[in-house]
């Protein structure tokens, strides 16, 4: 095991320190409490949370990070990760402070005297540093493509006026404008994305931590054993809960892989995955965490303040999406798992399941607390910070469980990576979006996109969906997101779809690119755990989750699966689309989940084609999508004896490497879903 030496005991203190203060910070602007008098403006506040958590990046991230296959604990060089705090780093450290300070101290000034178009040479000079600063976090924090997007993003309107292409023509800046616009301005560094993330994302990822370092991992996955591990395929099923139930808490893929990874990969290989299939299913069901309620990922905070909607109306919508994204991902397992004949784990082995919510009872007061709270307080910003409260008093307190100062800390820290990696990939994309802002493009680039396509919803969805991906392959999704929802959701809404599923469409399709080759990082980082090729698992792991590549089509074009229509609707859009899930998952599986039997090639595209109509809001299309759905099962039934090539139940012994592999003949086991 790694030993970590570049954050030391002294820099272990400097992260802890700037951690309190910013939390602090945060808390003293959610709960109004004006501590010592102290009344931040808006602006003055930003800059004080970037100055606390900026140059915690620079001294816990290294100048070269070291790759996804050393974080998962495979062969590498990791040198880079143990260097230790250096001359420059500090120097980062020193310069994002004092300019953030400099910078907090004249909000007032900066407001009322227009610093933002004429400011004095001090203030611009502070701004360069400032612009410098924040591309150099989002690279240590992003990577180096995105801060390369956003670098050139940010320089855009140097050139606006100029470029050949008119639908890229806009307004243009001389440089020291450019600088004070994306350092004082309020569509740049301190643009909507700092302003949710300072608002309302640092409790709610506080609460995460929080969930992680009392035990709620280890929770989770014990309750994901018991409940499904008896089963065929259990300990998949058991990746796919366990991710599902971390993926509320991180909204992180990659961070999620390397949590749940260590502990589901290996016991899916032993109960007879292949590698390649293992590590596909944990990047699969880990990619769900950034749209999972109720703590989805960093985008869907950013909704709250693109859509102007409350957090909740966003954790409702997005609800029906989450169900069946993760059932898809179930019913393949379960269908993979009768093909192959893979057993369960033998019930003596698994932990009951009473015990586990007896034992993991605070982890569980915990979700309902903030899922209730989140309904019931005048405050969604206030909301994780009690829970936390409540948390860490029980982690202290319960008997038996040892919660003390050095486990203390270790959570200050981790929260202080945690906060302080979102922060600074935040402040980078708001270059982004002051780029698109300032020279007025954003409008346009809607409007001809709506000229282009005419009104044709679905190829406006089609181009962004690709759009999506091509970003989302190289920018994280936040930055993708802001991207979109400036440029094409406008589009997309003129066009008559509704306002959140357009924004959750964006958000959909940007996830897709951690499990899609050829970039795929959740894919990558669970190959690495598996000791898989990693093309190899990024490929099982698009097709364990095709079901996310259809869905956001379908609640595109019917927003009752994002709870957006009455309520009847939304019921029997759940119910159809429960059904499409099935039929997708039977289809790509080629085997008739819950009826066993193995499907013959016409009844897969039957039953694949109902699936996808199904998802359509109009009556003819249900009812065709039920008709062929209705028919790829009789006609399964007619042409194919009862678990032909395969029968549920249990193979022991490792898996072959070769997916399509016959199974040796399996025993009997549980083989209900």
Not at 116 to 145: D, H, K, N
Not at 229 to 247: E, F, L
Not at 532 to 539: E, H, I, L, N, R
Not at 624 to 647: D, I, K, N, P, W
């Amino acid at each position: 095991m790694r030993t970590e030496t570049r954050v030391t005991p002294f820099w272990r203190a400097v992260v802890i320190g700037l951690t309190v203060l910013g939390v602090l910070l945060a808390m003293n602007q959610v709960f109004f409490w004006n501590a010592g008098g102290l009344s931040l403006l808006t602006n003055s506040y930003l800059y004080l949370i970037l100055g606390c958590f900026l140059p915690v990046v620079f001294a816990v991230n290294p100048v070269r990070k070291r790759s996804l296959a050393v974080q998962a604990g495979g062969d590498g060089d990791d040198g880079a990760a143990e260097r230790p705090v250096a001359w420059y780093d500090v120097a980062l450290m020193l310069l994002a402070a004092a300019v953030c300070g400099y910078f907090a101290v004249n909000g007032t000034r900066i407001k009322e005297y227009g610093w933002e178009f004429m400011a004095p040479t001090t203030a611009t000079v502070a701004a360069f540093v400032l612009w410098a600063v924040v591309l150099e976090g989002l690279r240590r924090t992003g990577g180096t493509v995105v801060a390369v997007i956003a670098l050139l993003f940010s320089l855009y309107p140097l050139v606006a006026e100029d470029l050949p292409v008119g639908i890229l023509q806009g307004i243009t800046y001389d440089l020291p404008t450019l600088a004070q616009v994306h350092a004082m301005g309020a569509e740049g560094v301190l643009g909507l994305p700092i302003q949710t993330a300072a608002t309302i994302l640092i409790g709610f990822l506080l609460f995460g931590v929080a969930l992680q370092h009392t035990g709620g991992a280890d929770f989770f996955h014990s309750l994901s054993m018991s409940v499904f591990g008896r089963y065929r395929g259990g300990a998949a099923k058991v990746s796919v809960a366990s991710s599902a139930a971390m993926g509320m808490m991180s909204g992180s893929a990659v961070s999620n892989v390397l949590t749940t990874g260590p502990m589901t990969i290996p016991a899916m290989k032993k109960s007879g995955f292949s590698s390649t299939y293992a590590g596909g299913v944990e990047a699969t069901a880990a990619s769900g965490g950034s749209i999972t309620p109720p703590i989805m990922g960093t985008a869907a905070f950013l909704m709250v303040s693109f859509v102007g909607v409350p957090y909740t109306e966003i954790l409702v919508a997005a609800t029906i999406p989450a169900v069946l994204y993760f059932l898809g991902i179930y019913l393949q397992v379960d269908g993979y798992a009768a093909r192959k004949g893979l057993r369960g784990v033998p019930a003596h082995r698994l932990p009951r399941t009473l015990a586990t919510l007896v034992q993991g009872w605070p982890y569980v007061l915990a979700l309902a607390l903030l899922t209730g709270l989140l309904f019931l307080a005048g405050s969604e910003a206030q909301v994780p910070y009690w829970v936390v409260a409540v948390l860490l008093a029980i982690a202290v307190l319960r008997p038996g469980r040892q919660f003390g100062l050095r486990q203390f800390t270790d959570f200050l820290v981790d929260a202080g990576r945690t906060l302080s990696s979102i922060i600074g990939i935040i402040a980078g994309v708001g270059l982004i979006l002051g780029g698109l802002t300032a020279t007025g493009v954003s409008l346009s680039l809607a409007r001809e996109l709506v000229s282009a396509v005419g009104d044709n919803v679905v190829l406006i969805l089609i181009a962004g969906a690709v759009t999506c991906f091509i970003l989302g392959t190289g920018m994280t999704i936040s930055a993708a997101y802001v991207f979109l929802a400036i440029v094409m959701v406008p589009a997309v809404v003129e066009l008559g779809v509704n306002p959140i599923a357009a924004h959750l469409f964006v958000i959909y399709w940007a996830s897709v690119s951690y499990i899609t080759p050829p970039v795929g990082l959740a894919s990558f980082a669970a190959a690495g755990l598996a000791k898989a090729p990693a093309m190899a698992t990024s490929v099982a792991a698009m097709k364990l989750g095709a079901v996310k590549y259809v869905v956001p089509f379908g609640f595109a074009l019917n927003p009752a699966l994002v709870a957006q229509d009455s309520p009847g609707r939304i019921a029997l859009a759940f119910a159809l689309s429960l059904v499409a899930v099935y039929a997708l998952a039977s289809a790509i599986e080629g085997w008739t989940v819950g009826f066993d039997r193995r499907m013959p090639v016409p009844a897969r595209l039957a039953a694949g084609a109902g699936g996808v109509l199904l998802f359509l809001p109009t009556p003819l299309t249900a009812v065709s999508g039920l008709a062929l759905v209705a028919g790829s099962v009789l006609l399964t039934f007619l042409t194919v004896r009862a678990g032909a090539g395969a029968e549920p139940g249990t193979r022991p012994g490792p898996a072959p490497e070769d997916d399509d592999a016959p199974a040796p003949t399996p025993a009997a086991a549980p083989a209900a879903l």
